[in-house]
């Protein structure tokens, strides 16, 4: 029987004032998820996984709720993967994340979201060039 090798965690800034961001960036989470997916690798997306479930049950937002999930990953996993894209200077959840895979001496690879932002067309709502409406049309939102 093959060896299972490790997950790698992959990392990207989330929270957002306005929620349709946070939307977006689940989004490309996602993709590049996928993305890594097909290419063999094992990985885990912690905002891929808790994003729809945290809005439908109402979950708290805040780092310090999901700080214990994130170590007992991040303790285990194989890799830290960063979507390196606007927010990693300012989001505590990232920097926590940073500061685990230190802790655990785990290694860190830095993933440029451009091409997944440009495939999902939702450059403009990430950069603040388009407006609320439209992006929940990219999204394929009505509400």
């Known amino acids: 029987m093959e060896e ?10 989330y929270s957002h004032v ?6 977006c960036r689940a989004e490309v989470s996602n993709c590049i998820a996928a993305h890594l997916t097909k290419q063999g690798r094992i990985i885990f997306a912690p905002i891929s996984a808790w994003h729809h ?10 780092f310090e709720y999901w700080s214990m999930l994130d ?3 991040i303790k285990h996993c194989s890799k830290l993967l960063v979507i390196s894209m ?12 940073l500061e685990l895979a230190d802790k655990y001496g785990k290694p860190v690879e830095y993933i440029d979201p451009t091409p997944y932002i ?7 709502i990430l ?9 929940l049309c990219l999204l394929g939102r009505t509400d």
């Open 4 to 13: 299972i090798r490790g997950y790698e965690y992959l990392a990207l800034p």
């Open 18 to 23: 306005n929620k349709s961001i946070e939307d």
């Open 53 to 62: 479930i945290a809005r439908k049950y109402a979950l708290p937002g805040s």
């Open 71 to 73: 170590e007992e990953f």
């Open 86 to 97: 606007d927010g990693c200077d300012k989001s505590k959840g990232l920097k926590l994340e």
């Open 118 to 124: 440009e495939e999902l067309n939702l450059g403009g």
């Open 127 to 135: 950069y603040g060039e388009r407006c609320e409406e439209e992006e």
